[in-house]
């Protein structure tokens, strides 16, 4: 049988509660669930406009036509759209817990949350018609969404009790992120005429900088607390955790520079040691896994251990680039960024969501409904279907590898194939979260549940 979650306990009169104008540190509570669970709702949603897109261009991508304006909006929707807006919904959860400071305002983090989309909207619109200007104001305002989780969360790790070394993750993942935004910024330029750029190197510096600096290192971090409670890890290896940061800042320093500049030693450098950090991580989640107490995996650990293979595919893929194993061409280096972005970050934060995401909804919405009608507490477990859940990851991790690998052979029908399956994966996960609204309207928040085989 499936490992079902514990069951937590009933909260003491439990409220719903409006959102207070400002929570300090010192109280360290978790936000009301408008403020992660916004994040989460949205990001579901550019999931679902992400791998819709992807459908449309997989045959694009096959082709070798990897600049195509509407490869790069369907990029950035599951860049901005999925990863980041998922993790400044986690960070605003796991902050109180892993660190014990809150967010500084609960009502600015959710003017963040307004202008994150508007932001990462307005990008995907400009990419997708190819209009500089959309682009430039959609940078513009996404500079002021990350901002206001900089003053929002950041300064706060000053004042924690504990998980400094999570505090220092972040941090350096949000300055990778600042340093991606000014390539950006960049290149952006050059698309309305202003100057003249290197857009092979600066595209690769982006890439890294963005995924394996702001989401790679923000996942070390948050994931070295949430991972373990998660399985239940007994003593997991401690000693990668102190090299993984310090030889990832390397790398991407080094490959930073070393891209848009075409000096290749540098580049080669930064390369081995990002795909050393890499390794690096794979053997601390190897130690979470392999010193766990639960026996089996549940549907959403299922999804997480899935997504450090598509991380192995990634680095073995990103390391037969750099040594011209495989022709350095567009073809391969999108397929890459696919098994990276798509198969890896995307398939971690779902997994997570499926542990997070019906706990916040049993404790901030169902709990306390169920408690004012009188009725007794609801088990979480009915929140989730998780032969649903291993449906979709039957889905989606046969379509995301079809697609890489079809895109990097340049095999159009079965990169058709790969788009199609992938977004029949996000269909069943969409259908998963809209059950949660249907039960919540209709109240039907006891029926019985059975757990699949």
């Not at 950035?76 to 980041?84: I, K």
């Not at 392999?290 to 990634?314: E, K, N, Q, V, Y």
């Not at 798509?342 to 408690?371: N, Q």
Request: net charge positive; charged share 10%.
């Amino acid at each position: 049988m499936t490992m079902a979650p514990p069951v937590p306990p009933t909260p003491a009169t439990p409220r719903r509660r409006p959102l207070p104008p400002h929570v300090t540190a010192s109280g360290a509570h978790p936000p009301p669930f408008a403020l992660p669970g916004g994040h989460f709702a949205a990001a579901i949603a550019w999931l679902l406009l992400g791998s819709a897109g992807l459908v449309a261009v997989a045959p694009t991508l096959a082709q070798g036509n990897t600049f195509d304006p509407r490869v790069f909006a369907v990029t950035h929707a599951f860049t901005l759209g999925v990863v980041t807006t998922s993790i400044f919904g986690a960070l605003y959860q796991f902050f109180p817990v892993t660190l014990g400071a809150a967010a500084k305002s609960v009502r600015v983090g959710m003017a963040g949350l307004w202008t994150l989309v508007a932001g990462t909207a307005l990008i995907v619109l400009g990419f997708w018609t190819w209009t500089a200007w959309l682009q430039a104001a959609g940078w513009c305002v996404l500079f002021a969404a990350v901002g206001v989780v900089s003053w929002n969360l950041l300064p706060q790790r000053r004042r924690a009790t504990q998980g400094h070394v999570i505090g220092r993750y972040v941090s350096a993942g949000h300055a990778a992120f600042g340093f991606a935004m000014l390539l950006a910024a960049a290149r952006i330029g050059e698309t309305a005429g202003w100057w003249t750029v290197d857009r092979l190197g600066m595209i690769a510096a982006h890439l890294h900088l963005a995924a394996f600096g702001f989401a790679g290192l923000t996942a070390v971090g948050v994931g070295s607390r949430m991972l373990p409670m998660f399985l239940s890890s007994g003593a997991p290896l401690e000693w990668p955790l102190r090299w993984i940061g310090p030889v990832a800042g390397a790398g991407l320093v080094l490959f930073g520079v070393g891209q848009p500049l075409h000096v290749a030693p540098l580049s080669a450098a930064g390369a081995a040691l990002l795909f050393a950090a890499g390794a690096l991580y794979l053997v601390l989640v190897w130690s979470y896994f392999r010193t766990r107490a639960a026996p089996r995996l549940d549907h959403g650990l299922l999804h997480i251990a899935t997504s450090f293979g598509f991380l192995a595919l990634t680095l073995l893929v990103g390391a037969a680039l750099a040594t011209s194993l495989v022709p350095s061409i567009p073809r391969w280096w999108a397929a890459y960024t696919l098994l990276g972005v798509g198969g890896w970050l995307t398939l971690f934060i779902l997994g997570v969501l499926y542990r997070i995401l019906p706990f916040l909804s049993w404790l901030h919405l169902f709990g306390p409904r169920a408690t004012a009608a009188g009725r007794p507490p609801m088990p979480v477990q009915s929140l989730s279907r998780p032969a649903w859940a291993r449906l979709s990851l039957a889905l989606l991790a046969p379509g995301i590898a079809l697609l890489a690998f079809a895109v990097g052979f340049g095999r159009v029908p079965l990169a058709r194939a790969g788009a199609g399956l992938l977004f029949l994966g996000v269909l069943v996960q969409l259908a998963h979260w809209l059950r949660l609204v249907v039960l919540y309207q209709r109240l039907d928040i006891h029926a019985p549940t059975r757990e699949a085989a």
